[in-house]
């Protein structure tokens, strides 16, 4: 019943709301997105958490370590941009679950995407996919890669996370190294022996590269790779794999240009030196993987040219690049993937994805096929409950034009910030983004804790990265209104301080 | 509509059906599970895989390596213990999505399980569970815990899937190791330093133990500890960690005894060793994995004494004991969990869980307790979604006594299996189980691929394991009437060869 009367509910277009006090920056967006049934703003009613959250937190704490829980959320009250937690506070989401909401809380279509019985079906028959997919498997993967494949890579192997996704680009990494080097795909007994006591050369040493400050996951392949917070390492044997390191520019970028290339050019010569260092140990490095903006490490950019060049490195030296956009995927940047902004001369070999898209997931190049089955295989390889999500979200980004919607509000939030940075200085610095995937720097940790904290008071649930860092990660759908309203208390906060 | 029609329906009892040819054994069962609408018997039509599938394959191939897919499965028309295929072939199912479906295709009931708002909206609105879980979820896991966890194990964690669950089961072992030895949870500087970079002592030299045949997950951490087929290991770099034998019976065993249990100390003396070599090379094991019965290696069982005197050994080194019952959690074996037939004098400290449970996790002591927030996490932590299904999965498994039903199926199919290996023998031999979860071996290795291929023909989904071993992975609804299809197809099968 009730999913029948959303049914007829679109998402309607309404003029945009300027009403930013003294701030003159004015843009030309022609979209603003509202979402049926939002409230009108933010309205925190209780101290944050509050006594509800506070109670369920005691619960929780009975059954596993949950003091990284903030407050528990009524999802059924929660709509569009706001969450609404068990308190009844109204929260404008800047957040969105780690990044992980395309278009917001109970969105109507969402709602009606198992309302056919063939669906819902999908949900309680999940079927091991590597062995007897259904019989709308293969359309599923064709909607999917033809609508959104990065240029180049029509092939793809669905996963259930991100860093399962990972995990398995690293195996194709190493697989299609071993075959280069092999020239062939049949293995000696000496290597099938091997590799069941964990030793060369069944198990061969080698490496995959990753940056200071990049995150690609916790699994131990993937965790070896990550170099964010030490709290997500530390106690956990890793893999002895490089680390480069990552451009750190300056900002304005008009005003460092020099620098920021000097820097450039200092870190793509690490990246050289480290591949000619691990292959004389002996552990040659058969991939690099990357994020087109780091993300958990504090939203650190580089430049297309830098990209351009790692992966020219990657393929001098027989190495597969493989771009991480598991949290960049899907949109935010105002373009579906984030490296379309690097305009590659050829394809990476792999791009990983997540969140956004549901489930997690790889698009791979033809010379990282793997000729043998069995070799990337799990139990469920994926979920067409989450596909079926993942089609519907793809189906409204494309039919409503949500990315323009993503590039001229992101736009028009950069540059407000821009303002304000100038008026706090130094407060807050270093203003960068792509789309709304847009990130500011606090002169210190605490201050950038202190503006999170309080922000969430006056209603904001804001993301904060690595050290400094505060990130914004809102809904595709966050448009003018939204905007203001986060601004304005933004604003607010800045003046408090 | 459909949803409401399919609410009134239950599962009902009905008259067992004994038609096993010239069979003489007789057992009383009381139990017989019908699902309504499954049919008579299972009917192949075409050549396995028919027209249809084959034209999906070549579709499936164009976006990855699909050699392991069988054949494209119809789910709207599957039903119980039966898969429809696309070529309108109807097979009795005996393995089950790799022991995945607890209750069958399409069960009345789980059809009904997102039939009200709230449980729908979860699907929709899928939390960042580690921070911003829904108002129900301590309840959820309170349900959970309250009804099923494994006795002395009072704390839960929610992943996506087994490997994960192992992967994290590991990690808290090396943490719970690394507190053990440092005598708090207090780091050095050098700790933190040095873990960025991959290297001791923030990047321990730890060890999990594990076991030839074994199988954990595909991933670099848990891939590391599986030990079953090269084909899952080839090309990937490894840790360098322990691998034990585990016992190898002689079957049946009661004329075997001695010989097994001299097995028993032989693989447990070696446990032994390794910890102290281990220790040795500066690598000490904080763990140790074990399945209650090695499945992907080809149902390899061990005594409830041997499975006491490894705990008692991990105990003595101060490694976790870690269980691993992806695989037989859930009711398979007549118990919810597998090492309940042990009696371990104090419970195990961890034990993972996926496949037939729906999503992956663990349950564990109160010595492995994390005491920092983000050192067990990552994006999702699990699913809701996933979790409503349990919820009803396991009030029905309570409410209709269906692991009596399991454990009095298997005898059945066990002591039947019995006569016809020595009817057949050489060609069958070793039968071996617990509930239905039930394997015999195979003379050779082509006849074990003979025997599941004819079966597959005669319409019965059969699983391999390791190189001679055919197991049985029915769902837990398995009953008197599907037992006699399958055995009467088995029987015909071993004739004809």
Not at 128 to 138: M, N, Q, R, T
Not at 291 to 306: M, V, Y
């Amino acid at each position: 019943m009730w999913s029948k009367c959303l049914k007829s509910c679109t998402i309607r277009f309404s003029r945009p709301i300027l009403d930013l006090g003294n701030d003159t920056v004015q843009l030309s967006t022609k979209s603003n997105w509202e979402i049926p049934g939002e409230p009108q703003g933010p309205n925190v009613k209780t101290v944050v958490p509050g006594p509800n959250s506070q109670k369920l937190l005691q619960e929780l704490n009975k059954f596993q370590q949950a003091g990284s829980t903030q407050i528990f959320i009524n999802y059924d009250k929660s709509i569009g941009n706001y969450l609404v937690d068990v308190d009844d506070n109204t929260f404008l989401d800047v957040y969105t679950q780690i990044s992980t909401m395309p278009l917001g809380y109970n969105h109507p279509e969402l709602l009606n995407a198992f309302s056919n019985e063939h669906d819902l079906k999908c949900l309680i028959n999940r079927p091991a996919l590597g062995v007897y997919p259904g019989e709308d498997w293969p359309k599923r993967l064709s909607n999917i890669v033809n609508s959104v494949a990065p240029k180049g890579l029509a092939h793809i192997n669905t996963m259930m996370c991100g860093a399962c996704a990972n995990e398995n680009a690293f195996k194709h990494a190493f697989m299609s190294y071993r075959r280069k080097i092999r020239g062939n795909d049949e293995f000696t007994e000496e290597e099938i022996q091997s590799c069941l006591h964990n030793k060369p050369p069944g198990s061969p040493n080698l490496a995959i590269m990753s940056f200071l400050h990049g995150f690609h996951g916790r699994s131990l392949g993937t965790l070896s790779t990550t170099r964010s917070k030490y709290i997500q390492k530390i106690d956990i044997p890793a893999f002895d794999w490089p680390m480069a390191k990552f451009p750190q520019y300056l900002y304005p970028l008009e005003e460092n240009q020099r620098f920021n290339d000097e820097e450039d050019d200092r870190c793509l010569a690490g990246v050289e030196e480290l591949f000619e260092k691990w292959q004389k140990k002996g552990t040659p490095v058969a991939g690099l993987i990357v994020e087109p903006i780091q993300s958990e490490g504090g939203d650190n950019h580089a430049s297309p040219e830098f990209f351009k060049k790692l992966h020219e490195i990657c393929k001098n030296n027989n190495a597969a690049f493989i771009i991480d956009e598991v949290q960049t995927g899907g949109g935010p940047t105002g373009k579906f993937w984030c490296h379309e902004y690097f305009n590659l001369e050829t394809p990476p070999d792999i791009v990983t994805f997540s969140k956004k898209l549901q489930l997690g997931g790889f698009f791979f190049s033809e010379n990282m096929i793997v000729n043998q089955p069995f070799r990337t295989f799990n139990t469920w390889m994926g979920d067409p409950g989450k596909v079926i999500l993942l089609e519907k979200i793809i189906e409204i980004i494309s039919r409503d034009n949500v990315l323009e919607n993503v590039r001229q509000t992101g736009e028009y939030i950069l540059q407000h910030l821009q303002v304000m940075e100038q008026q706090f200085a130094p407060l807050i610095h270093s203003t960068r983004g792509r789309g709304n995937f847009i990130a500011v720097t606090a002169a210190t940790s605490e201050k950038r804790d202190e503006i999170i904290e309080k922000l969430k008071r006056k209603g904001i649930i804001c993301g904060g990265a690595y050290t400094h860092t505060i990130r914004l990660r809102p809904t595709l759908l966050f448009g003018r209104k939204h905007s203001d309203i986060f601004l304005s208390k933004f604003h607010e906060v800045l003046k408090e301080i």
